[in-house]
Every structure is written in C-alpha cells, then in structure tokens.
C-alpha cells in the first residue's frame, strides 16, 4: 500500500485512476491505458532477451576491471554508493550472488548491507 497526499492525486492522471484499483494486474493495466507502457514492460523485454541471451561469465579479473571502470565513472557522476543488485547488471553477471560480490568488491562493501561504495570510506565510516 502506498499514500499519497491529496493534492497529489489532482496532479497525476495516473494517482487518479489508480485510487480504487486492488491488484497489481489491475494498477498495470489502467497505467499502460494511460501511459501507454508500464516500467514493468522493460523489464519484461529485457528479461527476454537475456533468456536468449547469455554472454560466458566473466572471469575475476574481468570483472575486477569492469568494477573499477565504473566505479571511475560513478564518480564522476557524483554518486557515494551502489547497489549490489545494479553492480550485477552492470558488470555483466549471471546472477545475483551477494557473497561472489563481496569476495569481488573487498573492503568497498558495506558489512551488513547489499551496498558498495564508490570511493573507499564515502557516504559512511565503519568505525
């Protein structure tokens, strides 16, 4: 369940029609009536096309590279943190495996948390 503030509803068409709705099947229908598309159809095309897709798994030092050019470029971008979830994405690799990411990542993880930062000690300080 979600609230929104009244005067959110007289803002977004989307809020509005959605207001009486009691399934997700329900809420993507009537936002793809509206929008024309939901989020859930990229998500969807892109699973489909990994099904047919699967590039060999990169091995560690790959991925040690891959990790290092976006955590470069992250930077850059300003951000102090990313998810293990978007790491996996973007490096390219099979499955979400928190531990394989950890062992990869090193001291960039949090300890309790599926999170890495980007510069070495930003956005939170373990001690």
Do not use: W
């Not at 040690?64 to 390219?92: H, I, K, N």
């Not at 690799?93 to 531990?99: E, K």
């Amino acid at each position: 369940m979600h609230r929104l503030h009244i005067r959110t509803l007289g803002l977004n068409t989307v809020a509005q029609k959605l207001t009486d709705t009691e399934s997700l099947d329900q809420a993507e229908a009537i936002t793809r009536e509206v929008c024309g598309h939901t989020e859930l159809d990229h998500e969807r095309r892109k699973a489909q096309a990994l099904a047919h897709y699967r590039p060999p798994e990169p091995g560690a030092e790959e991925l040690r590279a891959r990790f290092q050019e976006y955590r470069r470029a992250a930077a850059l971008r300003g951000a102090d943190l990313v998810s293990f979830r978007r790491l996996t994405e973007v490096l390219e690799m099979r499955r979400y495996d928190p531990p394989s990411m950890r062992a990869l990542i090193g001291d960039s993880a949090f300890p309790d948390l599926p999170l890495c930062r980007i510069v070495p000690g930003s956005a939170h300080n373990d001690g």
